[in-house]
């Protein structure tokens, strides 16, 4: 039974909002929510982890509801630098040793 | 933040022959992971290396086609085996971030078996 599900591809504009949502009914209760940026021909970088409500850095914004059954990334004006497969991933914290387990993700196309 | 360097960033290897991957980070850290991500796929976890102790490793993973060694807190080694085309992948090596659930990642070797 897959952790986290999300749609395969979305396409948006430069100066845009994208926002991905990630559906994830069986999350335990000591997992965090965690979402990666991979660029071609490179690791996946962490970008924003939230465990409810709201959570907001520098690069982007999650959204949790209250049943944490899903969870929407938002990344505010992409740009074309933005174009990246984005993973969203639940994982326990620290204690268990930061084993992450990787999804399908979702490819994230800019167009100018 | 951690930086990790690995060893080498692609190689095209003949099937039959074994392949050495080194991964160097820049500060000590007590677990490193290696994940392996096959073309246009989403990452897989390999194996979890501790030093001082064997790796463990995941189910459909084995020792034998995947040794790893970690013989200091900064660096570890990923061989893979008796190269097949279907090991043709993205090979990375990741640490433990600051965050509960960040992690960093090389850049990952690229290996093509032909």
């Known amino acids: 039974l897959a952790k986290t599900t999300q749609p395969i591809s979305m396409d948006s504009y430069e100066g845009q909002e994208v926002n991905i949502t990630c559906s994830h009914n069986n999350i335990a209760t000591n997992d965090y929510i965690t979402w990666y940026q991979q660029f071609p021909s490179q690791g996946p970088r962490f970008i924003i982890q939230g465990y409810k409500t709201k959570v907001t850095n520098e690069v982007a914004s999650l959204f949790i509801p209250a049943d944490r059954k899903s969870s929407t990334l938002s990344l505010p004006r992409v740009s074309l630098s933005d174009t990246a497969v984005y993973y969203c991933?639940?994982?326990?914290?620290?204690?268990?040793?930061?084993?992450?387990?990787f999804g399908g993700g979702t490819r994230v196309l800019v167009k100018p | 933040s951690a930086v990790i360097s690995q060893k080498p960033s692609r190689d095209i290897c003949q099937r039959g022959t074994s392949l050495t991957i080194q991964c160097q980070v820049d500060s000590q850290v007590t677990m490193m992971f290696w994940y392996r991500q096959q073309p246009g796929q989403s990452l897989t976890l390999i194996a979890t290396a501790n030093q001082g102790s064997e790796a463990t490793y995941e189910s459909g993973f084995v020792i034998d086609k995947f040794p790893i060694s970690r013989p200091n807190l900064t660096f570890s080694t990923l061989t893979v085996s008796n190269m097949s085309p279907e090991d043709s992948s993205i090979y990375l090596c990741?640490?433990?971030?600051?965050?509960?659930?960040?992690?960093?990642f090389g850049q990952g070797t690229r290996l093509t078996v032909v």
């Open positions: 991933l639940v994982a326990p914290r620290r204690a268990a040793g930061n084993k992450l387990t």
């Open positions: 990741s640490v433990e971030g600051q965050v509960d659930t960040e992690a960093f």
